[in-house]
């Protein structure tokens, strides 16, 4: 799907304006981007509801970008909650889960917040700032230039976030799995 | 990771978010990774995921060649390979190097203590860096206009040096809209310590302004807080005292 196939028209059927035609078109990009398994003639009808409903508050718009990719956004996630539990597998097992009132896949979301929170906990703001530069593909050289301070300095910080994430990881597998590592005694010896 | 930056800060109302052109100037590269808007970044998911996406543009274009690996963390123990069994010719020479070693070790060590005297400098850097929240009220502020009269420092209006998450209330009958706010040694606005751009967000009939301002270089001292509109311009200065 390409931005030529986008039909980004009004209620009465005019093209909408330049501003909001670039932003739900950015918008329309950076979903089909960020969620590849989400079929793009679905982004593609959301898009064209989006630009629709943006023209007729468009003068009240500060900013149409942000704003595109923030309605395209929640519409996706909209889907991929309700389109999800339309595809749920059928049986035994996730019939109890569901009686049960979980699933593995909220089992799965409070695992990860947990995990998220304890990593904020350990992380200082200078250190996200080290973590993102390092999710970008950054040198060493750029994250000590981003904090400025010299390379040696900078690889230890860098150092010292790998070791704060790699801590809180190893918590958080010893949490689930508690009888990972632990001894096991016979009972009949001694 | 990534989904960790992505998620773990939700900020949907955008308080104190720099504008996209100073997200889309880093991801690109323009800006210096040093502006205070980086922290910013890092801690706002809806900044992340545009910076991510200009990022993103950008590597697709093929402007950027980086790796996009992941952070990784070894916990593993390293492996040791066993040694062998080494010539006797060999020994001089190895004496030699052992030799050299103990020269480096013996300097790496000393260049550790003086180090160790360094680290409570930067220890006092990292407590800086830690931006604070500031708020300047200007709604029943004077302002003065070019270069008239002697500016008398208002006591209330102070600002730590540090980074500072600064939310302006705007004059009253301030236009909504971008505003950029910029602290300078003179009214000229020729010696610029620090600079902000914001959109404007209304509370109870009052605009503001939510910018974040890196004045930790700034040595304390009388300076101007200027804000400048957007739309035209217009330049309001407020006489400041950095502490």
């Known amino acids: 799907m390409t931005r030529a196939e986008l039909h980004l028209v009004d209620t009465a059927g005019r093209p909408v304006r330049p501003s909001v035609q670039a932003a739900v078109e950015d918008a329309f990009r950076w979903a089909i981007r960020n969620c590849p398994l989400v079929d793009a003639a679905l982004i593609a009808n959301w898009s064209e509801e989006v630009a629709c409903s943006m023209e007729t508050i468009a003068a009240e718009l500060r900013n149409p970008a942000r704003y595109a990719a923030a309605a395209l956004n929640g519409k996706v996630r909209d889907w991929q909650r309700t389109g999800a539990a339309k595809l749920e597998t059928m049986g035994m097992g996730c019939d109890l889960e569901r009686v049960g009132g979980t699933s593995e896949r909220i089992q799965g979301a409070l695992d990860r917040k947990v995990f998220f929170e304890q990593i904020k906990a350990t992380l200082n703001d200078r250190d996200q700032v080290i973590l993102l530069l390092l999710l970008d593909g950054s040198s060493d050289t750029e994250v000590a230039s981003a904090l400025a301070v010299t390379s040696s300095t900078g690889r230890k910080a860098i150092q010292r976030v790998k070791e704060r994430i790699a801590a809180t990881l190893k918590v958080s597998r010893v949490k689930n799995d508690p009888e990972h590592g632990t001894r096991t005694l016979c009972p009949t010896k001694g | ?243």
Request: aromatic share 8%.
């Open chain 2, 1 to 243: 990771m990534k989904d960790y930056l992505l998620k773990a800060f939700p900020n949907p109302e955008r308080r104190g978010c720099p504008d996209e052109q100073t997200i889309k100037a880093l991801a690109e590269r323009r800006l210096s990774l040093n502006d205070p808007a980086m922290l910013h970044i890092a801690s706002c998911s809806e900044c992340y995921a545009e910076y991510r996406n200009y990022r993103l543009d950008k590597e697709e274009r093929g402007e950027l060649n980086v790796s996009s690996a992941p952070v990784l963390v070894t916990t593993e123990t390293p492996i040791f390979v066993p040694q062998r069994s080494i010539p006797l010719k060999w020994a001089a020479p190895l004496a030699i190097a052992a030799a050299l070693v103990c020269g480096v070790v013996g300097f790496g060590i000393y260049r550790n203590l003086e180090l160790s005297k360094a680290k409570i400098t930067e220890t006092a850097q990292l407590a800086y860096s830690n931006p604070v929240a500031v708020h300047v009220d200007l709604f029943n502020a004077i302002t003065l206009r070019g270069g008239s009269d002697d500016p008398n420092p208002l006591q209330e209006v102070t600002l730590p040096a540090a980074i500072v998450n600064l939310a302006v209330t705007l004059p009253r009958f301030s236009q909504s809209g971008s505003y950029t706010i910029l602290i300078a040694k003179d009214r000229a606005g020729k010696q610029v310590v620090a600079e902000g751009s914001g959109t404007t967000s209304e509370s109870h009939g009052r605009a503001g302004v939510h910018v974040t301002l890196d004045l930790r270089k700034a040595t304390p001292g009388a300076y101007f807080l200027a804000t400048i509109r957007g739309s035209d311009n217009g330049t309001y200065y407020y006489p400041l005292k950095v502490e």
